[in-house]
């Protein structure tokens, strides 16, 4: 498989630096700016952002409807590229990517997860889970064996033959949770990942999220409106007029 610039296994050195380094960032964020040219001029989104996300960090990003985050978490997970400024997943610049890295890198490094599941209706439960692994390349016994563990890990190791229709809304979301960790993502990128469910609902699929996260040291950043959930994480920002600002847990 086609290698990526700047990804590589922790050699024993790294692994003994200093406590000051024990939570190194995985996403650096730097100067990122995202426009776009419509019929009336140009339409900033946002310019000058920088922030970075260590490693095993449950960020949360808020703000208003159309503020960009959306477009924000595209580019954090190389769907989308910015105008200005880059990506950086420890070394590699997600602006050096051409199509097919940028792809392998989401493959291996990226879990994604979407306010609406987008399941394959044709497919069951398992066959779903399975698609990213198949895209990889492994074979299909390995791919459905892996898939299956993974929906044992979301409590749905009984649905694994429904196809979406024949499941919850809730059911669907954690389907699309195991689809996305099930290549073992180094980052989950979560996008409204509750927008969609019910109050109950919502609790239950964050409360399966921050399980995953801590259970597979995953670095998160999840975009919500719900700042009750967003409390729930390490650090909050906002993303408001363009700018991004720290926001206090209380404040939300």
Not at 37 to 66: C, K, N, Y
Request: glycine fraction near 8%; charged fraction near 25%; hydrophobic fraction near 40%.
């Amino acid at each position: 498989m086609e290698a990526l610039p700047g990804i590589e296994t922790p050699s024993a050195e790294a692994l003994s630096r200093s406590a000051a380094e024990a939570h190194p960032k995985v996403v650096s964020v730097q100067k990122l700016k995202k426009e776009y040219v419509t019929g009336r001029g140009r339409l900033v989104l946002f310019e000058s952002l920088s922030f970075d996300v260590p490693e095993g960090e449950m960020l949360a990003i808020i703000g208003q409807s159309g503020a960009g985050k959306s477009t924000l978490l595209h580019i954090l997970g190389a769907l989308d590229t910015p105008s200005a400024g880059d990506v950086f997943f420890t070394s590699l610049s997600l602006r050096s990517l051409n199509t097919r890295q940028a792809a392998l890198f989401r493959n291996r490094e990226v879990g994604y997860v979407w306010q609406f599941h987008y399941l394959l209706p044709e497919f069951t439960a398992l066959e779903n889970v399975a698609m990213p692994l198949l895209a990889r390349g492994e074979t299909k016994a390995e791919a459905l064996s892996s898939a299956e563990q993974w929906l044992n890990e979301v409590e749905l190791g009984d649905r694994v033959g429904h196809r979406a229709g024949e499941l919850s809304g809730g059911e669907q979301q954690r389907v699309s949770l195991a689809r996305a960790l099930v290549t073992k993502p180094r980052v989950l990128l979560a996008d409204e990942p509750t927008g969609d469910l019910d109050g109950q609902t919502a609790d239950m699929v964050f409360s399966l999220i921050e399980r995953l996260h801590a259970t597979h040291r995953l670095t998160s950043v999840i975009v919500t409106h719900n700042t009750a959930l967003a409390r729930r994480c390490d650090r909050i920002l906002r993303l408001h007029k363009g700018r991004m600002e720290e926001v206090s847990p209380l404040e939300g």
